[in-house]
């Protein structure tokens, strides 16, 4: 009897949660995150081709 009740409020729960509005970022910050990212991106880039090109090192 209490595994479907506790079933039932993590359901709830979980629904309520996802349901959520997305929190709202403004365009500087999600701009400025986008930039952190490339920028992340390409020096992993950089680096694995530098070690996948043969040279040893």
Do not use: K, Y
């Amino acid at each position: 009897m209490i595994i479907p009740v506790v079933a039932v409020l993590l359901a709830a729960l979980w629904a309520g949660w996802a349901q959520r509005a997305p929190r709202a970022t403004g365009d500087p910050a999600s701009l400025a995150e986008h930039r952190r990212f490339m920028a992340a991106m390409e020096r992993t880039t950089a680096g694995s081709a530098a070690s996948e090109d043969g040279s040893g090192r």
